[in-house]
Structure formats: C-alpha cells, structure tokens
C-alpha cells in the first residue's frame, strides 16, 4: 500500500472510530440535488471566513430563487446580500457573485468552464477556489490547499512549506495524481474534527506513526 493511500485510509479510519465526520460543505453541495457546478463555484466563493453549515444552507436558498448563471446575473445587489448576510462579507460577496454569474452567462453560456487558466480569470476566483471546483463540480485531479491541507501536510512532514501555494506544488510533486481528488476532502475533515490547530487529538489518531509533528512532541 503507497504512503498516501495508508495516510488517507488511516484518516478515515480515525475519524469513523472517534465520530463519523459531517460531509465539508463542498461535499454537501456537490452531492445535492442541485449540485451543479455553479452551485460549486458560488458556494466556494461564499464559503471564504463562514462555517461550513452556513455556506451548505446559504447556498441551498440562493439557488432556490435563482436558478441559473443568468437569474443570478441579473438579480438585485439587495436581495442576494439579503440571502448571504449570514456568511460575512456579503457586501463584496454578493456584488462578487453577480459578477462572476454574468461572466458565465455571457462568456460560458451558463456554463462553469472546466479548466484551471479561465477559472482563475474570473474576478475574486484564485487557485484554491478553482481546484475546489475542479475537484468536486467536475471530479478532475487537483489539490485545493485552506488552511487544514496546508496545516496538516506540514505536521505530517509531506511537505516543508510556508504558504498554501507552495504546498499545492510540492504535494502535486509528491502524491501520485490518482489520489489527488480525495485529499481536500479527507484533510478538510480531518483538520476540523481530529488534526485541529490548536490542540490536536494526537492520542486517537491512527496515522501518528506517520507524523513527523508527533515524532516532536512526544520524543
């Protein structure tokens, strides 16, 4: 079994045994009757400094009034911040949105494009947001890296890095390409249920062994 692979079941594993994790809220959406790609990427961009529960419900009431990039597009500044108050922000967010639902109206036809380059061409959409929408609108390979991944591919010693950038990078160097689609997911839920920034559950956690931040703290 490759490195990942045990590191990834191992995550799983830990979790299922302490409590079976809630889905991350991309996951939700994904999985939901209207899991378009649109839905994805709005709900990427509204997820920026909100919990996860408040994107998956916030979202869930934005596309049940506006059902396509084109209702969206010409919606009222008011009446979506009315909608999304509730993630923070929302004056930049709702204004951010409608702007990004006329771009794929006029330029995309109502459709999310599917590649990295005219993803990150969309305003307030950088490399994270676009992966996100790679990985879970799509189910293309690519790494998104918040705060979790970053956080936890350097406590595992995966990588040695400073910011989320370059840690996309040397994880696309490092994990073979069949495993990238999982790794947000399975490191998201990690990091808010088990791996946490402050006070890690390193007394549960099945992957230790594996840990190079463990290895310190417990030498």
């Known amino acids: 079994?490759?490195?990942?692979?045990?590191?990834?079941?191992?995550?799983?594993?830990?979790?299922?045994?302490?409590?079976?994790?809630?889905?991350?809220?991309?996951?939700?959406?994904?999985?939901?009757?209207?899991?378009?790609?649109?839905?994805?990427?709005?709900g990427t961009i509204l997820s920026a400094r909100t919990r996860d529960e408040n994107t998956s419900a916030v979202v869930r009431k934005l596309f049940t009034r506006y059902k396509t990039a084109?209702?969206?597009?010409?919606?009222?500044?008011?009446?979506?911040?009315?909608?999304?108050?509730?993630?923070?922000?929302?004056?930049?967010?709702?204004?951010?949105?409608?702007?990004?639902?006329?771009i794929i109206d006029s330029k995309y036809s109502g459709k999310v494009p599917q590649t990295l380059d005219k993803l990150i061409e969309l305003p307030g959409v950088g490399r994270k947001t676009a992966n996100c929408v790679l990985v879970y609108a799509f189910d293309k390979p690519a790494i998104p890296v918040d705060t979790h991944v970053h956080r936890i591919s350097n406590r595992l010693g995966?990588?040695?890095?400073?910011?989320?950038e370059d840690t996309e990078v040397e994880l696309m160097k490092k994990i073979p390409r069949e495993h990238w689609v999982r790794i947000n997911d399975i490191f998201v839920m990690y990091g808010q249920n088990i791996c946490k920034p402050i006070s890690p559950m390193c007394k549960v956690c099945q992957i230790k062994k594996e840990c190079g931040y463990y290895k310190t703290i417990s030498s």
């Not at 995966?158 to 989320?164: D, F, G, Y």
């Open 158 to 164: 995966l990588v040695q890095t400073k910011t989320p």
């Open 70 to 102: 084109r209702a969206l597009a010409r919606a009222k500044v008011s009446d979506v911040e009315k909608i999304i108050k509730s993630t923070g922000f929302y004056h930049v967010k709702a204004r951010r949105i409608i702007k990004v639902a006329a």
């Open 1 to 42: 079994m490759d490195k990942i692979k045990k590191i990834l079941d191992g995550m799983l594993r830990t979790m299922n045994t302490v409590k079976p994790p809630r889905m991350t809220a991309l996951r939700e959406l994904r999985e939901a009757e209207n899991g378009s790609p649109l839905s994805i990427l709005i």
